[in-house]
C-alpha cells in the first residue's frame, strides 16, 4: 500500500494520490473471540461501488502486553487470517518488533513506533528489517525532533504520529503537517500521518465521524478499534469520492453489454458511460430479471443530459454506433429503448436509423425493472 506522496493541499487545485488507509486495531490483551471477529469483518466487508472494491487496508496489531511471545503469536495469526492485510506493527519493545516483523515475512510491515527516548533502537530494528518507521511524538516539536533524527540517520519512509488523542488536536496537527510540507517545503513533515480515533473514543459512532474528518483532512492511515458494515461503508464511500481524480471523469468502456443472459428477442438499451449512471442502470436491469442488451456509447465520462448538450450524445452518433456495434447480429427485433430525458431526440433518431423504432425509457432507472417487465418487441 502506497500513503503520502501528495501535492497539493486542495483536490480540486490537480488531485489527492493515495487514498486514505484504513485500519482496525488487535492486541495480544483481547480474546481470540475478539480477535477472530475483527479478523473476519476485515475479510468479509467489502463493496464494490461503480466498479471499485472498497474495503479496509490494514490491520494494526499492537503489543499490549508486553509480551513477546503473546505479540508474534498474534501477528501470525494475522498474517494466515488475513491474507491481504496489511500489517502495522505495534510495541514499546524494539525486541519483539524485530521477532514480528521477520515473521512477516515478504509482506513489508510498518513498525510503529520512534520516540525521543528510543529512536535508535527503533531506527535499527526498521533498517535491519526493511520496514518503514513510524514517528510519535509527545506534541508536534517533539515529533519534528525525531523525525529530524531519523531523516540524518537515513530513513526515507516515515509516517507520522503526533501524539494528538483529540479531534481538534489532530485535525490541527494534520493540517499543520500538510501544509508546512507542500507550502514550506519543510522536510522532517513531509510525510503521512497516522491517527487513532480508536484512542480519542469509546463511542463508535463518534469514532466513526472522527475518522471521517481526519480521511477529509490528509490522514495517511486512520485505525479504528472495530469495523463494522454501518460505520465502514460511509467512511469508504467518502474516500472513494475525496480520492476519485476531478479532472478525470470515471467511465466504463464502450461496448454492448448482456445482462441476464439476452437472446435475440431481448430488448436493447442505450446509455452514456459515465460510470454511476452505468452501474446504476445495469443494476436496475439486473434486478429486473430480465435479460437485456444494454449499449454503451462513449461520452467521454458525461452523464446523459451534460453529453447530449455537449453534441456528444447526438443522433447521428447513436446511429454510427448502433451500427457498428454488432447489435443488430445479435437481436432479430429493431427497437431501441432510450432513456426518458432524450425524448426530444426521437425524431432525429427515427431518421437516422430508419430500420429501427426508438421506444422512449423512463426517465428515472429506478423504474426500469417494471418497464422491462411490460415490454414487448414492436410488432
Known sequence: MTIGG??????????????????VLVTNAMSDADVDGRIERFNKLRYERVGVMMKADCIAVKDEKNDGASF?????????????????????????LADAAAAC??????????TADNADDMSKVANDAGCPLAVRGKNMDDTIAVS??????????????????????????NVVARKAAITQKYK??????????????????????????????????VILSDLQGDILFPLLLERLNIFTDPQRPMVVQEDVYNINGPDENSP??????????????????????????????????????TAWAAGKFGADLIAQFIKKSGIED??????????GYLASMKGEL????????????????GHLPAFLKEWKPAA
Open 6 to 23: 501528495e501535492t497539493c493541499l486542495y483536490r480540486h487545485e490537480k488531485r489527492f494520490e493515495n487514498p486514505t488507509g484504513i485500519g
Open 72 to 96: 508474534k503469536a498474534l501477528v501470525e495469526k494475522v498474517l494466515s487470517g488475513a491474507s491481504d492485510a496489511k500489517i502495522i506493527l505495534m510495541s514499546e519493545t524494539p525486541a519483539h
Open 105 to 114: 515475512g515478504e509482506r513489508t510491515p510498518l513498525i510503529y513506533a520512534a
Open 148 to 173: 529530524e533524527k531519523l531523516i540524518a540517520a537515513g530513513h526515507k519512509d516515515l509516517v507520522l504520529d503526533t501524539g494528538a488523542r483529540s479531534v481538534r488536536a489532530a485535525f490541527e496537527d
Open 188 to 221: 522532517p513533515l513531509g510525510f503521512p500521518t497516522i491517527n487513532f480515533p480508536c484512542e480519542m473514543t469509546d463511542d463508535p459512532l463518534l469514532e466513526a465521524m472522527i475518522a471521517s474528518v481526519m480521511i477529509a483532512k490528509y490522514a495517511g492511515i
Open 268 to 305: 436493447v438499451l442505450i446509455t452514456c458511460n459515465f460510470s454511476l449512471t452505468y452501474f446504476i442502470v445495469s443494476g436496475e436491469i439486473e434486478g429486473s430479471k430480465v435479460p437485456s442488451w444494454l449499449l454503451i456509447k462513449d461520452t467521454e465520462g458525461l452523464s446523459v443530459l
Open 330 to 339: 445479435k437481436v432479430k427485433h429493431r427497437e431501441l429503448i432510450i432513456p
Open 350 to 365: 427515427e431518421e437516422e436509423l430508419s430500420e429501427w423504432t426508438i421506444t422512449i425509457g423512463p426517465r428515472e432507472a
